[in-house]
């Protein structure tokens, strides 16, 4: 059974910075597009694009939003995609969710629908 489990998340000032992790297990996606999403607080039908990427073929996206100071990265011995977070604002509060691909492609999608696994999501919260 395929899981991806993300951690990390947490409460910080505006300006700091967290690293949230997603572990997964039951297959590797070394091949495979990984992205983190994320839901604000009265989104709650809207998970927006935040960073993905696919090793196959080298690409990484970033959403204009967090262009600069947020990065997307793997561990594949680990199996672990993370995205370290740099300053940080009040806006970034929200659901981080960690998604996966099934297949593998070139592609590095930024709709949540093309993604076939997701994680139960961490809390970020940034204070001003």
């Known amino acids: 059974q395929v899981q991806l489990v993300e951690s990390g998340g947490g409460l910080v000032q505006a300006g700091g910075s967290l690293r949230l992790s997603c572990a997964a297990s039951?297959?590797?996606?070394?091949?495979?597009?990984m992205g983190w999403f994320r839901q604000a607080p009265g989104k709650e039908r809207e998970r927006e694009f935040v960073?993905?990427?696919?090793?196959?073929?080298?690409?990484?996206y970033y959403a204009d939003s967090v262009k600069g100071r947020f990065t997307i990265s793997r561990d594949n011995a680990k199996n672990t995609v993370y995205l370290q977070m740099n300053s940080l604002k009040p806006e970034d509060t929200a659901v981080y969710y960690c998604?996966?691909?099934?297949?593998?492609?070139?592609?590095?999608?930024?709709?949540?629908?093309?993604?076939?696994?997701w994680g139960q999501g961490t809390q970020v919260t940034v204070s001003s």
């Open positions: 998604a996966a691909r099934g297949t593998i492609s070139t592609i590095v999608p930024r709709a949540g629908r093309a993604y076939d696994y």
């Open positions: 960073a993905a990427t696919n090793w196959n073929v080298g690409s990484t």
């Open positions: 039951g297959r590797t996606f070394s091949s495979h597009a």
